[in-house]
């Protein structure tokens, strides 16, 4: 006889943390978000149903698939994939676990999900990301944007981090993580005396620029 784990029917809703990448649609009009493994084909919204990946017409989750939405109990667990290369562009995902879900040691795979709270990576200058910019792929019909400062995003298609909030629904917060500017980086913001020191050392450079000029122009005519 095979023993089964008691059902759970909790009170509340379970909580769960995950990464993702976050995407707007093709014509701006939603944002969503896409898995980093299995998932990855199939953008979802805030609120959304797991489907199979694989075509299959059973229910997600189901036991014998690897199909439904995955997130883990911890939100270090979570994060620590963020430090490998090809996950620094994604985003934290605090999420709601809805429906029903299988548990593991690690965390669930579960029917349906509501995304509560989205944490955006710094910029790749280690400023605060205060815009989501083109990442420069994407999937079919939809594009892939990752955080980036105002100075770094460029000419770059971009929203503002509240923009992509509104166009989620739902609820959902968006907001970035890091400081808000980085010592030397392009979007560090530069008062009156910081102007006039950079001046002065441009001017300093460009005096003894001129005397060399004129040193090797003496040097060449005798």
Excluded: N
């Amino acid at each position: 006889m095979r023993l089964r784990l008691p059902a759970e029917r909790p009170k509340e809703p379970p909580t769960g943390y995950k990464i993702a990448r976050l995407a707007l649609s093709q014509d701006g009009a939603r944002a969503g978000f896409t898995g980093i493994s299995l998932g990855a084909a199939l953008p979802y919204g805030v609120l959304d149903e797991a489907r199979c990946v694989y075509g299959r017409r059973h229910a997600a989750p189901h036991r014998r698939c690897d199909c439904g939405f995955h997130c883990v109990h911890d939100r270090a667990t979570a994060q620590a994939l963020l430090c490998t290369a090809e996950h620094r562009g994604a985003a934290l995902l605090q999420v709601t676990v809805l429906g029903a879900y299988i548990r593991f040691e690690r965390g669930f795979r579960y029917a349906r999900q509501r995304v509560r709270a989205v944490t955006v990576q710094p910029c790749s200058c280690g400023a605060r990301a205060s815009v989501l910019a083109d990442a420069g792929w994407g999937r079919p019909g939809w594009r892939v944007v990752e955080g980036a400062c105002g100075a770094c995003a460029g000419r770059r298609t971009s929203l503002e981090l509240p923009a992509f909030a509104r166009l989620a629904g739902e609820g959902l917060t968006v907001t970035g993580a890091g400081p808000e500017t980085v010592p030397g980086s392009p979007s560090e913001a530069m008062g009156v005396p910081e102007l006039v020191a950079e001046a002065a050392l441009l001017q300093a450079r460009l005096d003894v620029f001129q005397g060399e000029l004129a040193r090797l122009a003496g040097d060449g005519r005798e």
